[in-house]
């Protein structure tokens, strides 16, 4: 199973709907990196309004996939993220210090179009 | 396994990027209804880029999702409809006819947003 990631203008969209396992998650990586290659897209919204649970290895990945977009060249913004995986994320000390975050998916690519000066 | 689907200001968009079991394409047209309903969605654009293969079973229920959608208020626009998914389409008796189409993700949201008025 893979997570789609829509291309929409020069941005990618993905919105991360169940919890993730592993697996998917390490796929969900390359897949992005990937397609940031492929696209030269140079913004990137990860939504996850619909997540409510998060553990320390997704946590992990979750961060690592950020600073390697950043590596890339690609901007990223983190949307809808839940108080209970607020919660997780700060008490497992992944401040996610770097990254963009908003309320939802619109202002999320508010927020990127900003960054991104258009 | 659900298709994730994402709502962007009045739109819902799906980007369906894997071959559809037919559960998963049944589990997809009661999540989009019951999404339009929980969104007040009034457009929805169904991404098919990644497909290049579509059974009758499949169209199917994309045909039925197209017709439940407009029913409850929601124009839809497929795009992305690749040469043998469209050969198959009209060979299936197919036509789609009262549904738009656009060449990607960005036109169909365009053609969506001029439909609406906006």
Redesign the interface.
Known sequence: ?????????NCL?V????ELDDQTALQFQEDLLQKIHETGANGVVI?LTSIDFIDSFIAKVLGDVIDMSNLMGAKVVITGIQPAVAITLIELGIGLTNVLTAID??KG?EKLQQELGE
Chains 1, 2 share one sequence.
């Open positions: 199973m893979r997570i789609p990631i829509l291309k929409l203008y969209l919105s991360i709907q169940w939504d998916l619109e690519l």
